[in-house]
């Protein structure tokens, strides 16, 4: 293990590469670590055992950071599918910094309960719970996904002047779920199974269609609409109560905790079905659960790694990292800890500062400006990481993304791209799949 | 209960079927149909039934704008009637003539949170004009609170001046229409419709009501709370503020004066949950008001979402379920289709108890029973406790199942234990919830015991009918 001071030196390394890149809308920590090891390599300037700890300082900075491209720039990944819109119409009346404050507070409750977790729980309770559910993940997966089609709530439809109508309005919403959710499944699975892209990308093979779904469909969004930058107030006010904050807080564990446990079930997906369990209401508690939930689910996830009983690898972050280095001991996961705190604390000061400098100046630089540029960069993320095919896998990611927005349908949906050839994988069917669409 | 929680009931009862578990970890997914077949009645209800449901009332106080799916809808002068009375409009069109601009004290009634009504006398500074948008014209008032918006709007009105205004539409006593500058239709439609619905449900049987809810641009609703007061013989409806779809109110309270609208019903009607329907986001709801007998009485009833909890929430809809998971899996080779019969049956069956743990309630055996049997009333719908604790109970015994079904177990210790390690959540949820139902249900008791003795419903049969 290495001395307690390089390992301080490394997570503060990495909180301050987090902190200071995941506030700009569009990036994603895990697209901006890959290109990191793509370009500069691990090995020579930073040890090898550093590099978890740079990543969970890097993870936890964007758990938290994040929140500011959440509410003031409207691009949030999956994850925080339910966040957005609370947000939005937040910053739309001037209440940025409260949306803002509120998630710092799901944030910060998220770390304690991981944190907690992590001394007390995971370690004694998660390998045989672990062990005797594993089987069924694909069960588990299987019906998340169906209960996320039965479920859609249509949104229209009342207003129909006949029952043909009313069915229209509300079906043509849910039928583009469903479309979203195959097309992104077949070109995931394209992605995945076809040398569409360089060999050499083989852990950011997913990152363009991941940057198109939820990061450039929303860049261009903003820049088709344009939205006004509304004078934001940056009092330090919110409004909530105690109760909400524990059921949110609860809710949210309960979300991240499934998504960072299981595989492939995102934090969209675990705040879903941990949203109907404690039956939460209110976009306070909408926006702490979704702090806690993102916390736990980033780095609930990637603590897992540092689990010895356990080793299990989730995430993208994980994987990237565990290729290089795989803690191995229980001290590793104790300095695991106490980097998860550390990191928290200077991510929450960084974030409040920064949301009270922008809700301060919020009018000073406009989002469709700021859109165009963050446009631009993920474009040369994509190529450097993928080349000219990524770009293209991009561009069509992109759509699909936009296709869920048209449809007024949940961006979720997008999330086929990874669950469908994942499924068909798992059943044993990927032969089958690959000649139906006439790739072999 | 809500929809995961029935969902994840059915994910539950599969795990029961030892088969099931061994298919489910070979990866042979089609147990999930269990899960679904839980879920079904919900699916039913709200993806198709909702939409053919009967309307024999539509009360839209906001029309949506057809192009942006929100009010308020932006209408031509002559395209407006008495019909629209009370409706929130938008109307562009030109300044013709100023009629008078002045001031003057106003008195209207507020109702108190006891229900007693206070009169208020208020200063008041208005203008009225005629406005012209080519198609016809209209007589334009603003007044008090929402003359003050008005003026900050659109400072001096100049007769020439091109607006775009928004209101609700008012009759005056020679028949001629105004329309009234506002932030929200006035609730008085909403209280006369409901009324009218409730005496002629008294005259014919049933009659439905469907009211929509009021969106507004950037995705927010203007709260309205519909109060059926039996006692008083009342429909109070009282608009409220602009609230976001999560529920946080962010102002725009109505002024006082055009806040509640109160219609008083010629006949005897009881109400049977202890709280007002709010409306605000996602979609409005239904309420059938049927005549009842209620202890020998005659009275209309109300029943919230009369599509809701019908046939797709009965015992027998599980028994076609099962028959219809049996045929469909025998027809694929399905090597265990009785045993996922049996689970989906099961599961659709766990579906109807959950529900009738709440309120509504459900007609369970049909077409054996005709009408719905009363909830045990443990819990709201909604309620966050129950819920939890029926869902963590699921998962509880989803675990212990794949545990008791492994060989060697995965967690080393014996059934019962497990079991109470993993179900003790839920056990203190339920404690909590079936407490805290016994405050509720003597509640309701005392509203029912309420009714039956109220004078009115006496002097009704006295007189044979009011």
């Known amino acids: 293990m290495l001395p307690l001071s390089d390992i301080l030196i490394w997570s503060f390394a990495g909180v301050l590469f987090g902190s200071l890149i995941s506030w700009i809308p569009g990036f994603h920590i895990y697209n901006i670590i890959a290109l990191l090891v793509a370009v500069f390599g691990v090995g020579e300037k930073m040890p090898v055992e550093a590099f978890p700890f740079f990543g969970l300082g890097a993870i936890v900075a964007y758990s938290y950071v994040s929140a500011i491209s959440s509410v003031y720039f409207s691009v949030a990944d999956e994850s925080a599918v339910f966040l957005l819109f609370p947000t939005q119409r937040y910053l739309l009346l001037g209440r940025g910094h409260e949306a803002v404050l509120l998630y710092l507070i799901g944030a910060v409750s998220g770390t304690l309960i991981l944190v907690l977790g992590m001394l007390f729980i995971f370690p004694k309770v998660l390998p045989p719970i672990y062990q005797a559910t594993s089987p069924y993940i694909t069960y588990f997966l299987t019906a998340i996904v169906l209960f996320m089609f039965m479920s859609e709530w249509p949104k229209e439809g009342d207003r129909g002047r006949t029952v043909k109508e009313r069915l229209w309005l509300a079906w043509r919403q849910i039928l583009g779920g469903i479309l979203v959710f195959f097309i992104s499944g077949i070109l995931g699975f394209i992605v995945m199974n076809t040398s569409v892209l360089p060999t050499t990308s083989a852990y950011t093979r997913l990152t363009p269609m991941f940057i198109g779904f939820f990061g450039m469909s929303w860049v261009i969004l903003n820049i088709l609409s344009n939205p006004p930058m509304l004078p934001q107030k940056p009092e330090d006010m919110i409004e909530s109560s105690i109760y909400n904050t524990l059921k949110a807080s609860f809710g949210g564990a309960l979300g991240g905790t499934i998504a960072a446990v299981y595989p492939i079930i995102t934090g969209g997906m675990g705040a879903l079905v941990a949203g109907h369990m404690t039956s939460q209401r209110g976009d306070d508690a909408f926006i702490i659960s979704q702090g806690v939930n993102r916390v736990l689910y980033y780095v609930g996830a990637f603590s897992l790694l540092f689990l010895p009983n356990l080793r299990l690898t989730r995430g993208a972050g994980a994987w990237l990292v565990s290729s290089i280095y795989t803690p191995k001991s229980y001290s590793e996961y104790i300095a695991a800890i106490g980097v998860i705190l550390l990191a928290a604390g200077i991510s929450f000061l960084f974030t409040y500062a920064l949301s009270v400098v922008i809700a301060r100046s919020f009018n000073v630089m406009h989002i469709k400006k700021v859109s165009y540029f963050v446009a631009a960069v993920l474009v040369v993320i994509s190529y450097l990481l993928t080349g000219w095919m990524g770009v293209v896998v991009l561009f069509v990611s992109t759509v699909i993304g936009l296709m869920a927005a048209a449809f007024n349908t949940r961006r979720s949906y997008c999330l086929g791209g990874l669950i469908l050839p994942v499924l068909v994988s798992m059943t044993g069917h990927t032969g089958a799949f690959m000649h139906l669409l006439g790739l072999g | ?466």
């Open chain 2, 1 to 466: 209960m809500r929809g995961f929680t029935h969902y994840i009931s059915g994910l539950a009862v599969a795990t029961f079927f030892p088969s099931l578990v061994a298919d489910i970890r070979m990866g042979i997914l089609i147990p999930v149909i269990a899960a679904a077949s839980a879920y079904f009645p919900d699916f039913v209800d709200f993806k198709f039934g909702k939409f053919f449901a009967r309307r024999d009332y539509e009360i839209d106080p906001a029309p949506w704008d057809e192009k942006k799916h929100y009010a308020p809808k932006l209408v031509r002068i002559k395209d407006l009637s008495e019909k629209n009375r009370y409706q929130f409009f938008a109307i562009e069109g030109k300044v013709e003539e100023i009629l008078t601009k002045g001031s003057g004290t106003i008195s209207y009634e507020i109702i108190e949170k006891d229900g007693t009504v206070r009169t208020v006398k208020e200063e008041y500074n208005s203008i009225i004009f005629t406005l012209s948008d080519g198609t016809g014209k209209i007589v334009v008032d603003a007044f008090g609170d929402d003359y003050r918006f008005f003026e900050e709007e659109f400072g001096q009105i100049e007769e020439g001046k091109e607006i775009l205004v928004f209101g609700y539409v008012d009759v005056d006593p020679d028949g001629s229409l105004r329309f009234v500058v506002s932030d929200a239709p006035h609730p008085q439609r909403i209280a006369d419709t409901i009324a009218e619905a409730i005496e002629t449900a008294y005259e014919e049987g049933e009659k439905i009501v469907k009211i929509h809810n009021i969106r507004l641009p950037g995705d927010v609703y203007r709260r309205f709370v519909v109060h059926l007061d039996p006692p008083k013989r009342e429909v109070r409806v009282e608009m409220g503020p602009i609230v976001t779809p999560g529920g946080i109110a962010i102002g725009g309270e109505p002024p006082e004066y055009r806040k509640y609208g109160i219609a008083k019903v010629n006949v005897p009607f009881i109400k049977t949950y202890p709280k007002p329907t709010r409306i605000d986001s996602f979609s409005g709801p239904e309420i059938a008001f049927r005549r009842t007998k209620h202890r020998g009485k005659t009275v209309v009833k109300d029943r919230f979402l009369p599509w809701h909890h019908g046939f797709s929430h009965s015992m027998t809809m599980g028994v076609i379920i099962g028959i219809f998971v049996f045929l469909f899996a025998k027809l694929f080779g399905y090597s265990h289709a009785t045993d996922l019969a049996l689970a989906s049956m099961i599961g659709q069956w766990l579906h109807v108890f959950e529900d009738q743990l709440g309120f509504m309630g459900s007609n369970l055996f049909p077409p054996l029973t005709k009408d719905v049997i009363p909830g045990f009333k443990l819990g709201e719908s909604g309620s966050g406790l129950t819920n939890f604790s029926t869902a963590w109970l699921m998962i509880a015994l989803m675990i212990w199942n794949f545990n008791r079904f492994t060989n060697p177990r995965p967690i080393p210790i014996s059934d019962a234990t497990l079991l109470l390690y993993l179900i003790w959540p839920s056990i203190i949820g339920f404690g909590i919830a079936i407490a805290k139902s016994f405050k509720l249900r003597r509640e309701i008791n005392e509203l029912m015991d309420y009714y039956t003795n109220l004078e009115a419903f006496e002097e009704m049969e006295e007189v044979g009918g009011i």
